[in-house]
């Protein structure tokens, strides 16, 4: 039924740019907020970047004012722009949204099935 969709990740060199994508389909009567986590070899999960139902924003200290995240209410898709890449962002990126599906009291927590982005130095 309802799922989410990443797309966007890949191998770029460091100084270089990716967008990340992340549309979430199926019925859906709204959603509450959408973000980014990513998680390393070694490392915990992290919140790289959130957005909620009203535009209001908040990101990882790490990649404020490198990392954009933007939302297209229409298409139910968010967006990651990153910028000036690093080798230490290299992570597995998940999509991460807290909704409720049409029909449901409730909004619950859905993932990503995660993408890969890989910063060669």
């Known amino acids: 039924q309802v799922q989410l969709v990443e797309s966007g990740g890949g191998l770029v060199q460091a100084g270089g740019s990716l967008r990340l994508s992340c549309a979430a389909s199926?019925?859906?009567?709204?959603?509450?907020?959408m973000g980014w986590y990513r998680q390393a070899p070694g490392k915990q999960r992290e919140l790289v970047a959130l957005v909620n139902s009203v535009g209001i924003t908040n990101y990882a200290d790490s990649v404020k004012g490198r990392f954009t995240i933007s939302r297209d209410n229409a298409k139910n898709t968010v967006y990651l722009q990153m910028n000036s890449l690093k080798p230490e962002d290299t992570a597995v990126y998940r999509c991460?949204?807290?909704?409720?599906?049409?029909?449901?009291?409730?909004?619950?927590?859905?993932w990503g099935q995660g993408t890969q982005v890989t910063v060669s130095s």
């Open positions: 199926g019925s859906i009567f709204s959603i509450d907020f």
């Open positions: 991460n949204a807290y909704l409720r599906p049409t029909g449901y009291q409730i909004s619950t927590t859905y």
